[in-house]
């Protein structure tokens, strides 16, 4: 049976940047190994001649043309933004290069 | 100082030459005005629904068959991180299943890299920073253009079968042409269409293991790439002589300070939970879509090599018609050297002079009318026009096109009249007469020098194989006399 233990249900937050209070973090670990053992309990089935599953839908090669379409007015794009400058958006420091 | 082998693997992102995004119809374009190609799907708004381009796949196709990939059905991932150049704070990218795999690319020496795979995944913004002078640690802040997220790119990943900065550029200027040929890129390194980063170890000559690797960033062209790979592989073999180990981290080429320096340590690597993009279905590359990519397929650039090399008679050639070979591949001018050829230019003459001349006149040499460029090689060959002359007429038929030989005249060009020229020697004749005496005497080091003349009072409009042979004529006659 695999559980799993109140550090990794952290990191598992951090990696979703929540802040969680002690007590959520003890309410969501157990959340969490229930749902592992729901998963374990499907595992246990016979899938040998079940293909793989990527998509609930038994669709594939749904396309697009590639022709433009209008975007957004400038403006109403960095309406969202909570701060902009040069018409770009304006982020704090980034400590670190792009992944 | 132990004898050490450097193994290079190399990704590079290629961004496909699609007129919208890969999964919305914002439009593809560089240096467009800032966050003005956006929309809900690319800005990854709530609600928004992506839909795969089919012409990216189609390009992507290509791109595995110029490879020579397996070529198989693919899903989409969702690659999850936080950083401000995606705004979704995911990018769609393949994981497990790419579209392309296990290919492999061959250089024009021979040697061969393995393509591990080739996938499909979008782009992220741009960011600028600001203040500190541009640098990320020290700057106030940063400023996000997302213009380029969502453009579609395919990630090409090279085996560690690369052993030199040599090998590794020759390995990119091939890949680029590739990408062009295929008609996937305009393989433009400056404005970013080809980014470069490159995984490499050393190892101890002779060994088949690997050793810890480091990925290197920021290889804005070529030179780039090759400096940082020789500066990275003394860098470890340094520490590895001291005694040191090699940490796995990702560092960032410094062009103008020739350095390399760590960005992060992959022991905080990202933990990126992947997990399938649930918006996307599954893309099974079917007979009709294979059918369609192999026939836009272009010729590729061995084989352009192949056919030129056949042209020039025979497939060993020295070193500096390869040189001139490679140029004209580079810049497409190799149909034009064909044609020419065809049309009863010699070849070499014709590779010679796309080679140089017509390199220099850039992207609109190729439109050159080659009937035109046969004749203008034939007028040279049959010394009307000497080498000068035919350089100065080339780049105005490349410009306003027109016939060679009328060119030529309106250069003043035209081909010195028997009696001018006879007229012009007689001249230097009485100029010079004590070289004159040299030269009639048998000097036959004194030859350039009356030529020379004879060029100068002709203003160079005098062929110079026709002013050698004028002048050989008069000596014959005055020693007969």
Known sequence: MERISIDEARHVARL??????????????????DLLEHVEAIRRLDTAEVPPTAHPLPLSNVFRPDEVRPSLERAEVLAAAPATEADRFLVPRILGEAP | MAEYETVVGLEVHCELSTRTKLFCGCANAFGAEPNTNVCPVCLGLPGSLPVLNEQAVELAMRIGEALH?????????????FYPDMPKDYQISQYD??????????????SRVGIVRAHMEEDTGKTTHVGGGGRIHEAGHSLVDYNRAGVPLVEIVSAPDITSAAQARAYVAELRAILVATGASDGRMEEGSLRVDANVSIRRAGSDELGTRCEVKNLNSLRSLGRAIEHEADRQASLVDSGERVTQETRHWDENASRTHSLRSKEEAY???????????PLVPDEALRQRASSALGLMPAARR???????GGAEHARALMDQIGTVIELSLDDLVLAASAGGADPKHALNRAANELASQGERARALDPVSFASLLALESSGTLSATQVKAVLPELVEHGGDPAEVARRHGFEQLGTEELESAIDGVISASPTEWERYVSGDARIAGFLAGQVMKATRG????????????????GVSAR
């Open chain 1, 16 to 33: 979703a940047r929540l802040d969680l209070a002690d007590g959520e973090l003890d309410k969501l670990t157990g959340e969490l190994s």
């Open chain 2, 271 to 281: 933990d990126y939970r992947y997990f399938p993009e649930p918006d996307l279905v």
């Open chain 2, 97 to 110: 299943e790419p579209i392309n795999v296990d290919g492999l690319l061959e250089l024009p020496d021979g």
């Open chain 2, 306 to 312: 192949a056919r030129l090399q056949a042209a020039l």
């Open chain 2, 69 to 81: 990939c397996e070529i198989r059905p693919s899903i989409f991932h969702r690659k999850n991180y």
């Open chain 2, 461 to 476: 409009r005098a062929n110079g194989k026709v002013v050698a042979e004028a002048l050989a004529a008069r000596r014959a």
